[in-house]
């Protein structure tokens, strides 16, 4: 089942909709940051989609201005503090 809150990030992440990459950015960290508060598993892993996400959209605009800094850093510090929750990488 896809929750509202997923079908809104869905529908932000088609990139020719994105009004504001700022108002994105900041969507995913308070999305990310609710569902870790959560604790449960099921919760982590959905944050981590998340993440992966903000990634996919960095990567389709790699220019310097693309994705606000100060929110890439912090996906970043997500990926890190939470990657225990990925498991190996292979």
Do not use: C
Request: aromatic letters at 4%.
């Amino acid at each position: 089942m896809t929750f509202p809150r997923q079908k809104l990030l869905n529908a932000a992440l088609d990139l020719d909709l994105v009004p504001s990459l700022e108002r994105l950015a900041r969507w995913i960290r308070a999305s990310v940051t609710l569902l870790l508060a959560n604790g449960a598993p099921s919760s982590a892993a959905k944050a981590l989609e998340h993440i992966d996400e903000a990634i996919d959209v960095m990567r389709a605009r790699p220019e310097a201005t693309a994705y606000p800094q100060d929110e890439a850093d912090w996906v970043r510090t997500a990926l890190e503090t939470n990657s225990a929750a990925r498991g190996p990488q292979g």
